[in-house]
């Protein structure tokens, strides 16, 4: 029977990577989504088969539980809020993972090989965890947004995170249960202090950054438990989710050292900019679009706020029909987590092809006739471009290129790099002050009458 376990266990693993491969496609990533889940639920069950299981009742209750919270929550919660999901379900990962070191741990007379990775999988999972749990408060605003932080902060925490390492370096020849109590309390902590001073701005890089975190937690449990599933999808998680974060942070142009200890936007900057910010009226950039030949819009969080993804598609189609070119610029960065934009759209129904990455897009605006701006802020902000901005060198949407720009916004606030937009002002800019939804409602409503 075990080399029947194991013989699922390894189909299981390879059917993770064909899974990940095919959600590298929005044509195929719901197709990726079911077969990672059936080899997922393979592999859990296979594992009710293991020689000498115990507890069996208490993890059929923990399965029921936890599987019917997730289809609950999966019904429920809004695709705005998903970034809010993908962290606190990440952090969850972490925490298993931690939780098993913890059982490994504490079972004791390990190997010190063992117990090397039992600590390491320990301490980076539980750091995911409550690092995730903190960036889920930060999404949903149950805190501050911007980064907390004390002076002394960086040194403080490198050395709370020595002593953290030292009692891990101690538990591998040794496992005291008040040492091994001791270790995972100060993880924990620490999982918190890395991520108080991180602000609303670098929130997709952290929740990447967490679920390389989780898998590579899990990987290490997996050779700890010589559980092959584990070793694999840990590990392509684990890479996965490092590369991503990567691409993000250059995205952004800046380290991930930056991003984790740079503290961005603990302070708000200003900038003086000259001019003011000019509104407009909705049948004003009716008539605009109408008889524009091309247009480009560009979606970021407000407009995942306002849920007026799918207005938005209302708004292609009226267009379309009047024979106006019309595409969607999106930054890598936009919105709380990666791609976070592509799922909104995608949900309302827009066409992939109608989506164009930032180095596909921005040679366009220059024969956009109009750009209208739904919700975005920093990524469009062409202070990125003026040497001395904080923003500096960071690659946005030339959106102030475009013949005219319509910047669709609920007030005057800057975005969460505390940044003033100098787009906002610029002599092609004019303001369509509203809700989002609201606003394109009534706009669509206007296109109609041409």
Not at 149 to 157: I, L, V
Not at 160 to 168: E, R
């Amino acid at each position: 029977m075990t080399w029947v376990i194991q013989a699922v266990y390894i189909v299981t693993a390879f059917a993770f990577i064909y899974a990940l491969k095919q959600m590298s496609h929005p044509k195929t990533a719901r197709q990726g989504v079911v077969y990672a889940g059936i080899a997922m639920a393979a592999a859990v069950l296979v594992t009710f088969l293991w020689p000498g299981m115990q507890n069996l009742g208490l993890m059929v209750v923990a399965l029921v539980l936890g599987g019917g919270v997730a289809w609950w929550a999966a019904k429920v919660v809004a695709m705005t809020d998903m970034p809010q999901m993908v962290a606190i379900y990440n952090g969850m990962g972490g925490g298993a993972a931690g939780t098993i070191a913890a059982v490994e741990l504490l079972g004791g007379n390990l190997e010190p090989a063992l117990a090397a990775l039992a600590a390491l999988g320990g301490l980076i999972g539980a750091v995911s965890f409550s690092g995730s749990l903190i960036a889920f408060a930060k999404l949903q605003r149950l805190m501050k947004e911007r980064p907390i932080t004390f002076r002394g902060q960086q040194a403080f925490n490198l050395i709370w995170l020595a002593i953290t390492a030292v009692l891990g370096a101690v538990l591998v020849f040794t496992q005291p249960v008040s040492l091994i109590m001791l270790f995972f309390v100060m993880a924990l902590i620490f999982g918190v202090l890395m991520t108080l001073p991180i602000g609303g701005a670098d929130m997709p890089v952290v929740i990447s950054l967490y679920n390389a975190f989780t898998g590579l937690a899990v990987g290490f449990e997996g050779i700890a438990l010589s559980q092959p599933a584990l070793m694999v999808a840990g590990t392509v998680v684990g890479a996965a989710g490092t590369l991503l974060t990567q691409l993000m942070a250059k995205a952004m142009n800046r380290s991930l050292a930056n991003v984790l200890f740079g503290a961005f936007g603990a302070v708000e900057q200003e900038a003086e900019i000259e001019g003011e910010m000019k509104p407009i009226g909705v049948d004003d950039v009716a008539a605009m679009m109408a008889y524009a030949s091309k247009v480009i819009i560009v979606p970021g969080y407000g407009m995942a706020v306002a849920q007026a993804q799918h207005k938005i598609k209302e708004l292609m189609d009226e267009l379309g029909k009047r024979g106006v070119d019309v595409k969607f610029a999106i930054h890598p960065v936009a919105g709380r987590m990666p791609g976070h934009m592509n799922v909104l759209l995608a949900e309302a129904g827009v066409p992939y092809d109608k989506l164009y990455d930032l180095e596909d897009i921005n040679p366009e605006f220059e024969t956009a006739d109009v750009a209208l701006v739904i919700g975005a802020n920093d990524v469009v902000n062409p202070a990125a471009r003026r040497e001395g901005s904080p923003l500096f060198g960071m690659p946005i949407l030339d959106v102030d290129k475009a013949h005219n720009v319509i910047v669709i916004k609920r007030g005057r606030g800057k975005g969460f790099a505390g940044i003033e937009n100098e787009l906002f002002f610029k002599d092609n800019t004019r303001m369509l002050f509203g809700d989002a939804k609201d606003v394109v409602t009534k706009l669509v409503q206007a296109i109609k009458q041409y």
